[in-house]
Structure formats: structure tokens, C-alpha cells
């Protein structure tokens, strides 16, 4: 008998393990269902880029002569969920076999494994090899290790693929060259036009459809303007290692008031949907820098972030689940403000990050980590709160990705687990990097009163409120012995400052 393939959203990939057997008979499932669409209120974009570029690839299956049955969204039968769609059609056809590539969220891990005994044929679940490195190879370099250090497992794929490497000694003798990757960015500096791609008929159909069926949710839908096919997606990648890339580096972590993309390349929803595959991209960026395209600190910089921290996250999740989410190491318990959805705050560089997410459904790794990350670190913000926040409102967000970004990077609710350290920073890290501070209602320079900068006084705030939980870190030693060293009447103006600002937002009686 035949097989019934289903394909998942961002599985978008022709030679992905699910369809690697294909024969004639076979039938490819995909389905827009509601139930995905609508488990947290998920960007317009999102919806309408997903949906898309679902629709481009199943049209690109026919094309190769696969049988697809393609189930949209308003389709007077859709069932609204994955397995009622699987079942639809098992009830349709004459199946005795469902092959499906491993999710990558563990809700949905957890629901497949269910169907072997749910449904009435056999249910084939196959690993995905889209990555560079395979969990079994992860779990291998992150057993009886005492800390899971990036750096240590991004060599250790440098040296596997032979990315930047001399021999047996890394490029340009270096590993990491992140110091040279912390500039802020000059008055003078043009950043490049980015080249969008203009919607055809099949993504204006979309925008409609989600325009209608989702008119509540989060962010602007149009213009829309994000590649749909791995066609399109190629031509971006081409257009940052021409435009983008050599000045990535330099610039990566600079913030600009207005500008979302800078020299980013923008191309995390391609490779988390499939449209782009990782190695390649890498690679690509190689062989610029050996053509003298790309500066090495660049090339590095960028490869680091696919090479290392994604293939690195994705292995933390799988590792720790399910209970990784379930941690709160700092007991944060403030509810998410609702500037987090409106943008209505008077700090400039969080109403820049929030509009900028809003419009773009993007916003850059700093942008997460050091705006609207750090302040929901700084502010205790319950972790559940801001990783749902996260999983809405940006089109690359998957939960493998964005979960330890968040849980672990961001919001140290893991307690250690990635990273050393808090990413907890006060105002004079974005006044440095950034021109927010310029144009904002508060002033950088005042620690304290109505019109200091919050982060100044939530950083200060933030350490006392966690002193049992982190004095004991080595790396904050300095900063609680310069803690110490304030006087009583400093410590309650922090304090009261602290309150007076929670209860204004919003999130504290």
C-alpha cells in the first residue's frame, strides 16, 4: 500500500527525510490548521510568511510530479489540527503507512508520538538532518561536561566541518574575534537599501486570508515584502554577502533608532523554515572571505551565529526538555507590560525595538537580548510570560530556537546553564551602543528620580532583589562589592524608584 508523507511548516526542504523514499502512489501532506496558527498570537507576518511559503512549496512539489494534498486554511473541511487533517485523510485514501520528521517543538513531539497508537497505521517519525550537528553528536560532546560553554562546542564544529580553519589551527590564528564585533555605529556610515521581494499572486492571496481570519493579532501585515521560495531565498542570501556581510562584523551588535536591519542579514526565517540550508550558508560566507569579499571578523561573526548558537540551542533544548521551561532560577513573577504589545512607553529604545517588531515581525539579536531581554531580566519578568512573548512575535520562531535564546540567555531563568553569567546591563551599554538615549523622555546620565534612566536604577534593583541567588557568581563579585560600597540612602532610592516604575507599568501592587 501507499504512504501518506506529511510535511510540517518549516519543513520546506526537497530533500527532507520525510520525502527522501518517495514513490508513486505516495501522497505529500501539508495544512494550514488553525491549532498552529493560533497556540500563541502569532505575528500577522508570520502567519502570512508560513503560509506562503507552504503554499510556494507545495506548488514546487507538484511541479516535480509529487501527488500533494494541500489543505488551507479556509477550506470548508479543515479540521483545524495536524491529526485531524492526517486522519481526513487516512479516512480518504488507502494508506498503511504516516511518515513525518521529528518536530521541532516538543508539544508537537510529544503529540506525534501518541499517533502510533491513536491512528490505524503504522507511524514512521525520522530524525531531521537538516542540521550541521545531529542531537547524537550533540549529546556525545555535552556528556560529563560540567558546563556546556558555546565557544568550546563552536570549535569543536569548526574543527568537524573544516569551517575557517588552517590546518589544524583556526583562521587567522584566532577562534573568536567578538572583540572586534562591538562597535557602535557612526553618523557617517551608509548602511545598504535592503532588496525585498515584491508579493505575487499567491502571497497577496494570503494577505488577505490573514487579514481576515487573524485581524486581532500582533504586528503589521503589510507591506510584506520576505523571500517565500528557496529561490527568492537565495537571492537574499547572494544580496547580504554582497551588501551586508562585509560590515556585519564591525557593526553586528550597533543599534540605530529606525533602522531594523543595519547589516543583518535577515535570513533566520529562511533557514528555520527550510528555504536555506545552514552548511551552505556557511560556506557561502567562506568563500567570501577567501575571495577577499568579506573581512575575517565578519565572516567569523557570522558563521559563529549559525555554526555555534543555533546548532548549540537547539542541542540544549532537546537535551533539558521538558523540563527546562518549567525553570525560574531568579523566582521572577511580574507580569509582561503591556508596552511589550503597544509599544506605548516613553523609554526610546524599547518603543524603537517593540514598533520595529510590530512592522518587521524582526528585530536583531542585540535588539532581543540587550533591549527587551534585558529589561524583562532587570525587571523580573515571569519567564512563561516573555517566552511566549518571543514565539509570537518573530517569523523565526520556533521554540528550539527560541526557548534557550530566551529562558537561558536572556532571562538566566535556567540559573547558569549557558550562559556564566546575567546579561544584565544598565543604561550606559545602549547609550554606548546605540543613539536611543539622545532622543528619549529620560536622561542616561541620572541614576535616580523621575527622569533617570529605568535601566539604571531596575540594573541596581535587579542585583539586590537576587543577592542570595547570584552573590556567589564569581563574575559579579566586583559588582557586589561596588553594591556594598553605596550608602543606605542610595540603596532605598533605587529601591523606591524601582516600585514607583513597576507600579506606573503596571506590574506590581
Known amino acids: 500500500m501507499a504512504t501518506l508523507r506529511l510535511v510540517l511548516g518549516d519543513q520546506l526542504t526537497d530533500t527532507i527525510a520525510s520525502l527522501a523514499d ?45 501527488s500533494v494534498r494541500y489543505v488551507r486554511l479556509d477550506d470548508t473541511d479543515n479540521s483545524g489540527s495536524l491529526k485531524g487533517e492526517v486522519e481526513r485523510a487516512l479516512d480518504e485514501g488507502e494508506f498503511d ?70 590546518g589544524d589551527d583556526p583562521e587567522g ?58 529561490k527568492d531565498a537565495e537571492e537574499q542570501l547572494d544580496w547580504f554577502i554582497k551588501n551586508g556581510l562585509p560590515c556585519f562584523g564591525d557593526y553586528q551588535d550597533a543599534l540605530k533608532q529606525g533602522e531594523a536591519f543595519l547589516f543583518h542579514s535577515v535570513l533566520s526565517l529562511y533557514l528555520n523554515a527550510g528555504l536555506l540550508d545552514p552548511l551552505d550558508v556557511c560556506q557561502r560566507a567562506e568563500t ?12 567569523e561573526g557570522f558563521i559563529r551565529q549559525i555554526l555555534g548558537w543555533r546548532e548549540y540551542v537547539r542541542g540544549i533544548y532537546w537535551r533539558f526538555m521538558p523540563d527546562y521551561l518549567e525553570r525560574n532560577a531568579l523566582e521572577a513573577d511580574r507580569p509582561l507590560p503591556d508596552f511589550y ?87 550606559s551599554y545602549i547609550n554606548k551602543m546605540s543613539d536611543h538615549c539622545k532622543q528619549c523622555s529620560y536622561a542616561m546620565s541620572k541614576k535616580n528620580g523621575p527622569k533617570a534612566c529605568p535601566f539604571n536604577y531596575l540594573y541596581w534593583n535587579f542585583l539586590m532583589e537576587n543577592r542570595e541567588r547570584l552573590e556567589g557568581n564569581h563574575r559579579l563579585s566586583m559588582i557586589y562589592k561596588t553594591l556594598d560600597r553605596m550608602s ?14 513597576f507600579k506606573r507599568i503596571g506590574i506590581e501592587q
Open 22 to 66: 518517495y514513490e508513486e502512489g505516495d501522497l505529500v501532506l501539508m495544512a494550514e490548521v488553525a491549532e498552529e496558527a493560533g497556540y500563541v498570537p502569532h505575528h500577522k507576518k508570520k502567519i502570512a510568511f508560513l503560509f506562503s511559503a507552504m503554499r510556494h512549496f507545495a506548488s514546487r512539489l507538484q511541479g516535480q510530479g509529487k
Open 97 to 166: 503507512t504516516l511518515v513525518v520528521v521529528e518536530p521541532g517543538e516538543y508539544r508537537l513531539k510529544c503529540e506525534f508520538d501518541s499517533w502510533s497508537e491513536d491512528l490505524d497505521c503504522s507511524v514512521q517519525i525520522r530524525r531531521d538532518d537538516r542540521f550541521i550537528c545531529s542531537l547524537d553528536r550533540f549529546n556525545a560532546w555535552a556528556e560529563d561536561r560540567k558546563r556546556l560553554t558555546m565557544e568550546y562546542f563552536y570549535r569543536e564544529m569548526r574543527r568537524e566541518t573544516g569551517l575557517l580553519m588552517d
Open 173 to 230: 590564528g584566532q577562534w573568536n574575534y567578538d572583540k572586534d564585533n562591538r562597535k557602535s555605529l557612526p553618523d557617517d556610515v551608509s548602511l545598504p537599501e535592503r532588496a525585498f521581494v515584491d508579493p505575487d499572486a499567491m502571497t497577496q492571496d494570503v494577505l488577505s486570508l490573514v487579514e481576515e481570519r487573524f485581524p486581532d493579532h500582533f504586528g503589521e501585515l503589510e507591506p510584506f515584502g520576505y523571500a517565500v521560495t528557496n
Open 288 to 299: 567570501a572571505y577567501k575571495q577577499g569579499r568579506a573581512p575575517l571578523n565578519a565572516v
Open 341 to 427: 504589545w503597544s509599544a506605548d512607553t516613553d523609554m526610546a529604545c524599547v518603543r524603537d525595538v517593540v514598533t520595529t517588531t510590530r512592522k518587521h515581525a524582526y528585530a536583531h539579536h542585540i535588539q532581543r537580548l540587550m533591549i527587551t531581554g534585558n529589561f524583562a531580566l532587570l525587571a523580573g519578568i515571569d519567564p512563561k510570560a516573555v517566552n511566549e512573548w518571543y514565539l509570537a512575535v518573530y517569523a523565526d520562531a520556533y521554540e528550539w530556537v527560541e526557548a534557550p535564546n530566551t529562558h537561558g540567555m536572556a532571562l538566566f531563568a535556567d540559573g547558569g546553564l549557558m550562559a556564566t553569567k546575567p546579561y544584565a546591563a544598565s543604561g
Open 488 to 501: 543606605d540612602d542610595k540603596r532605598e532610592a533605587v529601591r523606591d524608584d524601582s516600585q514607583r516604575f
